[in-house]
């Protein structure tokens, strides 16, 4: 019999998954897809939108990964629901077109906020069970009203994220509770809008819509929907809910008095109450549960995941996990974290305001001791800190509710590892539920799914046959250690807030100061025309089309190369950002595309675009140096491992040796012959520390190699930090177990590894060239080789190319010779194709790129309006210049 599911959409801060639950198992299958909110220009840094369209695509192509994950035939999905972040709002016209969307983070609500909750806080939040801040859908309301009136008089309706993509599935409207709720505008005990404030805030009633219970169905999956999901039409689609409150739901959470921790990139804390419970001093919110006639008490850590993410990419860069590997090192170390302590990602919740997250971390480098093993305790302290920031928010709870709370559920991402619900457990004193999988907000929702889908009967039996089988922790004897840390911990976070305040109230003050780059940024509806002729992989292609209409016409796909001028210009006609890589670019192609704002050159060197005639009519022209670095540090190291294990004869000694199956003999003669070395405890010596070299010392750390460099451009400390110290090339020839040159191509290089530089070389040493064949004398080198000074070379490049079989050093026994395929590699368009898009990215957002070749024209530059046009004098000397060519 072929199972049904339920798919749940869950709409995020920083992605979206799609899930399907097996209503009968509680099994569960997932996919991801992550995306981010762009700034908005001229907000100072307050105001973000979400890309309606661009979650849209990405929702669509979670729930097509997650079909064929599960191996779900589309016509087998029995119902669908969604959950989301709250504090969210998507204005929408009277034909539903979306004038505003924004995330959760968008703040340009500030002075709103504060003043209605300074004016008439404790009203509203007797009503709403919220403090005003410049968070809710009132309080941005508010903002539009008196901000943007032109946008204001065209509005028809304003929802939640979660509504307007029901929205979207269904075509029915309508707003469901748990995100009513949270808007600031809710009377919690009627269940219904509060139209009495919202007439006095001067909002009319019809932007919203009738109020429905989670799990309610609000009609069937639309043709369009169906499309964009690649399901079937007529699919029941259900009210979903609130990330929060859908997360008790998928825990397990629905009895007065069950609490949950959602620790994920915040922590809210919620407890699920009979009856309504207010907070009188207003620190806490209260609102609807998902599950209907009950309610929520929340308090908040508020930004825990997120910091723990931050730091994880911080102390772990390389891991695939990051946060795993935090947690999996915090593990190393003992309760307490050895005298290190943390109130990053800690906050005891005050809903009466807003500001800046900031933290300390506390230690004595005299008391914690061996820096070898720091990481671990300043790890162990991150967690142990948000497990104490738990416990806060918990009596928090328990002092405004006036509930004892011996179990809680903890569930989110934090989760993925059980060290953090075991602290918890010893910090809190209480039994900790942990549900099998983390994303317990997606389960709400399709649990939801269900009940609109008549699959189950209400939220609270499917959450009793669902979410039932729960991971129990108890306090063990840590517990008691932790108790007097805890107490500690809470003294001293009380004695920083008034320093923490002040400083996040600078933060804020900076934050708020204009940016150069704010003038320069593009307007966020701007959607410009790209023509892309470099080679790129598909996903740079798809991440161009996600700025702007794109059209691809890759040069080795197309067979087309454009020579410049009149051929150039049409093709660059209406378009505003050109990807090149192997077109010339020449003046009058620049001249006669009058709409062209930028471009990129996926070249090393950009020969073959007139710079000064870009400059010249403020077109920003960017490169994409370094786009094949990984490709030849590869390679350059291959040739060090090579070497050092004597490939050049020990890779022949089987093909050509003559050897018998079963001679032993010959076998203990290739024993003897050719034992190698291993790179561990050798030294590198790097002769350039550009692109490519920076490449190759980051690989040679992993092998316990020591890297010396000489390079006049690169400073001792920015070596350090790519592991590498800084010598002199004398000192670098004469030390180094292998020297592998990295320097670019110019007269003062040419021929520096002469005769006298081999002589200086550390005898048995090796040499490779993947650089260019000019910087070597190849008279000396196969010197060198001949006369034994050194053991071998690995060569690239060669003075002719390609050389002869015969050519003397080719042949040598000692050399492994390659024809210049050292950039050769597929990997090379994904290179530069994703160096094109995060330099295009940054221009966009009004920042310097990387790799910019003409910076003084972003003092002129802008997106909108006309380009500067040179005067005559200028446009004749711009045509007498030299012509770009491919071999300028």
């Known amino acids: 019999m072929k199972t049904h599911y339920l798919m749940a959409i869950d709409v995020g801060g920083g992605s979206g998954r799609c899930l399907l639950l097996d209503p009968e198992t509680g099994a569960t299958v997932t996919a991801k897809r992550s995306w981010a909110h762009p700034a908005v ?51 929408l016209d009277d034909r539903r077109g979306v004038l505003l969307a924004t995330p959760n983070r968008d703040a340009r609500a500030l002075g709103e906020g504060m003043t209605l909750g300074f004016e008439r806080g404790k009203e509203i939040h007797a009503v709403s069970g919220h403090w005003p801040t410049p968070l809710f859908l009132g309080t941005r309301l508010v903002w539009m009203k008196a901000n943007a009136p032109d946008l204001f008089k065209q509005a028809s309706l304003a929802v939640s994220v979660t509504d307007w993509l029901a929205f979207i599935l269904s075509g029915s409207i309508a707003s469901e509770r748990s995100q009513a709720g949270e ?16 007439d006095s805030l001067g909002i009319p009633r019809s932007f919203f819509p009738h109020p429905v219970d989670s799990g309610a169905r609000l009609g069937e999956l639309t043709r369009e929907g169906a499309s964009l999901l690649g399901l079937v039409p007529g699919i029941p689609v259900a009210a979903g809910g609130a990330d929060t409150q859908c997360g008790l739901l998928g825990s397990g959470a629905v009895q007065d008095g069950d609490l949950a921790v959602i620790a994920g990139t915040t922590m809210p804390l919620q407890l699920v109450t009979d009856d309504l419970v207010l907070d009188e001093s207003g620190r806490l919110w209260s609102g609807q549960h998902v599950v209907p006639g009950k309610y929520v008490l929340e308090s908040n850590g508020l930004v825990t995941g997120d910091v723990i993410d931050w730091f994880a990419r911080l102390l772990y860069p390389d891991a695939p996990d990051a946060a795993l590997g935090l947690f999996a090192e915090a593990a190393m170390s003992v309760p307490g974290a050895d005298g290190v302590s943390s109130t990053f990602g800690c906050a005891i919740f005050d809903g009466r305001g807003v500001s800046l997250p900031v933290g300390n971390l506390t230690l004595s480098h005299m008391v914690t001791g061996d820096a070898s093993r720091g990481r671990r305790h300043i790890a162990r302290a991150l967690v142990e800190g948000i497990a104490f920031s738990a416990r806060a928010n918990l009596e928090q709870i328990m002092a405004v509710s006036g509930k004892k709370i011996p179990a809680v559920r903890v569930c989110g991402g934090m989760t993925k590892s059980p060290l953090f619900p075991r602290i918890v457990s010893d910090v809190t004193g209480c039994t900790v539920l942990v549900p099998p999988t983390a994303e317990v907000s997606s389960v709400g929702a399709a649990l939801l799914a269900g009940v609109g889908a008549g699959v189950f009967a209400d939220p609270s039996s499917a959450a009793k046959k669902i979410a039932a089988a729960l991971s129990e922790y108890r306090p063990d004897e840590a517990a008691g250690k932790y108790a007097n840390l805890y107490a500690g911990w809470r003294q001293a976070f009380d004695k920083r807030l008034e320093a923490d305040t002040h400083i996040g109230n600078l933060l804020t003050a900076s934050l708020l100061e204009a940016s150069p780059a704010a003038g320069r940024a593009a307007d966020p509806s701007f959607s410009p025309n790209i023509f892309v002729t470099a080679s790129l992989d598909r996903t740079a292609i798809d991440e161009f089309r996600e700025i702007g209409p794109t059209v691809y016409s890759g040069w080795r796909e197309s067979m087309k190369v454009y020579d410049g001028g009149a051929d150039l210009s049409k093709a660059l006609s209406g378009v505003q950002i050109f990807v090149t890589e192997m077109d010339i670019v020449d003046f009058p192609a620049i001249r006669e595309a009058r709409d062209l704002k930028a471009i990129v050159t996926c070249r090393g060197n950009a020969v073959n675009v007139d710079l000064s005639a870009a400059t010249a009519y403020g077109i920003p022209v960017i490169n994409t140096p370094g786009r094949n670095a990984d490709a030849v540090a590869d390679l350059t190291v291959a040739f060090m491992v090579m070497l050092a294990r004597m490939m050049p004869g020990s890779l022949d000694f089987l093909k050509h040796g003559q050897v018998k199956a079963g001679d032993m003999a010959k076998m203990g003669e290739a024993y003897l012959k050719y034992q190698g070395r291993e790179l561990w405890r050798k030294t590198v010596g790097l002769v350039g520390m550009g692109n490519v070299g920076a490449c190759v010392a980051a690989r040679l750390s992993r092998f316990g190699a020591e890297v010396v460099f000489s390079d006049p451009k690169v400073s001792a400390e920015a070596g350090a930090l790519l592991s590498a110290r800084k010598v002199s090339f004398d000192d670098l020839l004469a030390m180094s177990d292998f020297v592998s040159i990295h320097a670019p191509a110019i007269e003062a290089t040419k021929g520096m590894m002469n005769r006298e530089a081999f002589e200086r070389m550390k005898p048995g040493a090796s040499f490779i060239n993947t650089a260019r064949a000019s910087l070597v004398d190849e008279a000396a080198l196969l010197w060198a080789l001949t006369s034994g000074k050194i053991a071998g070379a690995a060569l690239d490049v060669f003075s002719t190319e390609p050389p002869g079989s015969d050519d003397a050093i080719v042949s040598h026994p000692n050399v492994i010779a390659t024809p210049h395929l050292g950039g050769n590699t597929a990997e090379i368009a994904a290179h530069q194709g994703a160096i094109a898009v995060g330099e295009i990215r940054k221009l966009l957002a009004g920042e310097r790129p990387d790799y910019i070749l003409n910076p003084e024209v972003l003092d002129i530059f802008t997106w909108s309006g006309p380009r500067p046009e040179p005067d005559e004098k200028k446009q004749e000397e711009l045509a007498g210049n030299k012509r770009p060519s491919m071999t300028s």
């Open 183 to 198: 808007s600031l505008l809710f009377d919690l005990k009627r269940g219904e809008w509060a139209f009495d404030l919202i």
């Open 41 to 91: 220009p001229g907000t100072s840094g307050l105001g973000y939108s979400i890309d309606t369209a661009g979650i849209l695509k990405k929702i669509g192509e979670a729930s097509r990964e997650v079909l064929a994950k599960a191996g779900a035939d589309p016509s087998r999905i029995a119902g669908i629901a969604a959950s989301g972040m709250r504090n969210t709002i998507v204005v």
